[in-house]
């Protein structure tokens, strides 16, 4: 599905001077499937229709992300997200959910569990951020104010698509998905946008959510891409290790967009984990061919220090 | 006419940067439009401009006459028939509700814009401007932009889309220089739905009632700019007198004049075709200030 296609789908929700985008598919329970950074909720556009032919599959895009308000006048930290999303699941009278978070994604379900625990039903953490294993490199670099001035659009696009490519891929992604997954920060307020949620990326608020983590007490997935060197597995198994119960699940030959590199693979633990049957005959889309390798990826590595 | 670099706010720096930041806040509107990026490339100029029209612009007197000349645009183009591009073009629940957004930006901007830079063009032509108020007798309006106000975002001046550069190009050619113009670069962020618009203003435009329509409003801009509240001490000598090319900034204003009206026009057309559109943007409350800051900022 191309981005465009994705984005005639969303919806949109109000929620004070705030706007919330969001894709609405299916029926039954709810999942909830949240993006990270760089990218929006067409993230998921891969598995979304196979998840909704059993379940109720709802993709927001965070505030300051993808079609949902990208003014330069709010907070776009987690905590702010999982209470922006906490309004949003309010008004769509949503509760105990199967919330899936995808890297930044991740921490604002992991906040959503801790804080707004009536919301989520069950958690899977994919790929996330957490402890203090983010923000990666380069969007420190890019999270910083002058970063609006100092970068172009179309320079930033460049460096993210090589970043995406070479990085978050361990197989090549169907054509048009990595420019979709960026399509919405290719504008000036896209930029400026895409330079606050940087901005607002801060190790301390999941560092504070790390002593709480013991209380989550929803059954809990991690879902982690073997080969992801952007926010490597082992902190995975530390996540295994102080959530109750959680159950690792490392995917094979995947890096850190697991879901576009395994989808059969994601799927198939996400309807496992709803205990629900996989539906026979239905294709995820995924890519095919293992991307070039270059020396560029040095760039691009995962500064996050070995956990303790 | 000579294609006119656009300053845009992120390149934007030094005296014209403040400006910029005074621009959106007193014009209540989330961005800086085409027009005044133009002019910025004239940076001199550009702050003298402010500094003689800024004491207007944020009177409760500017807010009205703006409203008043869109008022007008409407009226002008009562029982023409409706665009329909609205309900033609493929757009989901999320890309209405910012494509709204875009026109109700507009319909609070663009007047203001029109009625600026009518009063530039007499200016700079030698014909007086504003009445002469004095410090502490208008009542001005609040700052910022409405919390609900859609960001301003475009699609880049040269989209990779060939098709819509093309559409770019057709609309610079039919609506005049110096580019394209804010509401369509906003709009091109849904192709399909700038298609549809412009492919039925094409025959509109080509109308003797648009010419006309146009002709009327354009009047009623130079009328309107004539009663500001505060002079508007601006001339070809003091632009001169800055070290700018004032004939190139008078052919620029020029230009920038004989297009409004029409883009006017146009954005009451598509506003109209909307059907849950915000029709007035909501007046500003008044902005209580003390006499010696109004005597201050009254540069």
């Known amino acids: ?308 | 006419m000579a294609r006119v670099r656009q300053v845009s706010e992120r390149e934007a720096t030094g005296a014209v940067e403040r400006v910029y930041h005074e621009l959106r806040r007193t014009m209540r509107v989330t961005g800086v439009d085409v027009s005044l990026r133009t002019w910025a490339a004239f940076p001199r100029f550009f702050v003298a401009m402010w500094e003689a029209l800024g004491p207007s612009v944020e009177t409760r007197a500017f807010e009205e006459s703006a409203q008043g000349l869109w008022a007008r645009t409407l009226e002008a183009t009562v029982g023409w028939e409706v665009l329909g591009a609205w309900n033609a073009a493929d757009l989901g629940p999320s890309q209405r509700f910012h494509a709204r957004g875009i026109l109700e930006l507009y319909e609070a901007m663009q007047p203001r814009v029109a009625l600026m830079v009518a009063a530039v063009r007499l200016a700079l032509r030698g014909e007086p401007v504003g009445r002469g108020g004095r410090s502490g007798t208008v009542e001005r309006v609040e700052r910022g932009a409405l919390p609900r106000m859609a960001a301003m975002e475009w699609a880049p001046e040269r989209p990779p889309d060939a098709r819509l550069r093309a559409l770019y190009s057709d609309i610079v050619k039919r609506v005049g220089h110096p580019g394209v113009p804010g509401e369509y670069r906003a709009l091109a962020c849904w192709p399909e739905y700038l298609e549809a618009v412009w492919s039925r203003l094409g025959p509109v435009m080509r109308d003797e009632a648009y010419a006309r329509a146009t002709e009327g409003l354009r009047a009623v801009m130079r009328q309107k700019a004539r009663d500001l509240p505060f002079e508007v001490a601006l001339s070809r000598q003091r632009v001169t007198s800055l070290g700018e090319d004032a004939d190139a900034v008078l052919r620029l204003t020029d230009a920038l004049e004989e297009r409004l009206p029409g883009l006017l026009v146009n954005l009451a057309l598509m506003v109209q075709d909307v059907p849950d559109i915000l029709r007035q943007p909501i007046p500003g409350a008044a902005r209580l200030v003390p006499d010696w800051v109004a005597a201050k900022e009254l540069r």
């Open chain 1, 1 to 308: 599905m191309n981005w465009r296609a994705w984005q005639r789908m969303q919806d949109v929700v109000e929620l004070g001077d705030r706007f919330l985008s969001y894709v609405d598919l299916g029926d039954g329970p709810p999942v909830v499937l949240l993006h990270g950074i760089p990218t929006w909720g067409y993230v998921w556009s891969g598995l979304a229709a196979g998840l909704a032919t059993t379940n109720r599959v709802l993709v927001p895009d965070l505030l300051g992300y993808g079609f949902s308000d990208k003014r330069d006048v709010f907070d776009r930290s987690v905590g702010r997200q999982a209470e922006a999303l906490d309004a949003w699941m309010d008004r769509l009278g949503l509760v105990d959910a199967l919330v899936v978070g995808h890297d930044v994604g991740g921490g604002v379900a992991q906040h959503l569990a801790v804080r707004f625990p009536r919301r989520v039903g069950r958690l899977c953490l994919v790929d996330s951020i957490c402890y203090d294993a983010w923000p990666l490199s380069l969007m420190s670099l890019l999270g910083t104010p002058s970063a609006t001035r100092r970068l172009s659009p179309e320079r930033v696009g460049r460096l993210l698509r090589l970043a995406l490519r070479w990085k978050g891929f361990e197989t090549a992604p169907p054509d048009g998905v990595v420019e979709g997954l960026l399509a919405p920060y290719a504008t000036e307020v896209g930029l400026v946008s895409l330079v606050r949620d940087a901005v607002a990326l801060d190790t301390n608020q999941t560092r504070e959510l790390a002593p709480r983590l013991g209380h989550v007490s929803v059954p809990t997935l991690l879902l982690w891409g073997e080969e992801d060197a952007l926010l490597p597995a082992r902190y995975g198994e530390r996540l295994a290790w102080d959530i109750p119960g959680a159950r690792l699940v490392q995917v094979p030959d995947a890096r850190h967009f697991v879901m576009w590199d395994a989808p059969h693979a994601v799927a198939t633990e996400l309807f496992r984990f709803m205990e629900l049957e996989v539906p026979v005959g239905r294709v995820f889309e995924a890519g095919t061919a293992r991307p070039r390798r270059v020396e560029a990826e040095l760039l691009f590595d995962s500064d996050a220090p070995a956990p303790a």
